[in-house]
């Protein structure tokens, strides 16, 4: 879907500005938006804030969290409290988010036609009640932003070219330059090898994206004996 070379081309947006009206009128600490294919190739589109891009990088880095819900349930993912909450179904996001001082996660599909393309991502630093007004204002705003989010993923991907920030980096692409480095050294499959880079990045601490940028650069190999 990223890959798409028919879309013309749409300006792409400032960090923050398809999120700011959710912040303000949803009152919520942190919003990212971002567009995610098929594939699992993830585009941060708009994001408001450290706490929001570090959020939303951890759930590509982990594989898991309310947008990847989003994904498959096709609805919104709601959990007021993360304190409280003990079942949202991936732990090891919802231990990190804690970890960063979230305490409420929700999360609204973008959809386009009968595809989920993507989700809006909310955060809070304190337990934040989801009811229906919250709901159904949130989900008419992620319609609102679905296809402006959705072009703009595409005509990134189409020129091989976006504004990647420390607080929204673009399309990864030197996770999937490194996906193929290790490929080559270990002689895994696509999702064995992207699994590894994610496993050494969980164990040493440190994001996804810079692990990968050690690979690229090789300061970082994978040892075929010992890995």
């Known amino acids: 879907m990223l890959s798409n070379p028919e879309v013309s081309a749409t300006p792409a947006p400032a960090d923050d500005c398809l999120c700011s009206p959710f912040a303000t009128t949803l009152n919520v600490t942190g919003v990212a938006i971002s567009v995610i294919d098929e594939y699992g190739n993830q585009l941060t589109v708009s994001v408001n804030g450290r706490l929001a891009a570090r959020l ?89 932003v679905a296809l402006t989010a959705a072009e703009w993923a595409l005509h990134a991907a189409q ?35 992207f699994a590894r880079l994610q496993a050494h990045a969980f164990s040493t601490g440190r994001p996804v994206d810079d692990v990968a940028r050690d690979i690229v650069t090789r300061v970082l190999e994978f040892d075929p004996v010992t890995e």
């Open 56 to 144: 939303d990088a951890l759930q590509f880095e982990l594989g898991e969290g309310p947008a990847r819900q989003v994904l498959s349930s096709r609805s919104p993912v709601l959990w007021p409290d993360l304190e409280q909450d003990s079942e949202t179904g991936w732990p090891v996001f919802q231990n990190a988010a804690r970890e960063l001082g979230v305490r409420g996660v929700f999360s609204f599909p973008l959809v386009l036609g009968n595809a989920v393309v993507g989700a809006v991502n909310l955060s809070t630093t304190t337990p934040r009640s989801a009811d229906a007004d919250f709901v159904s204002n949130a989900q008419s705003m992620a319609n609102n």
């Open 159 to 193: 020129r091989h070219s976006s504004p990647e920030t420390e607080q929204a980096p673009a399309l990864r692409r030197e996770v999937h330059q490194a996906t193929g480095i290790i490929i080559s050294q270990l002689g895994l499959s696509a999702p064995d090898a």
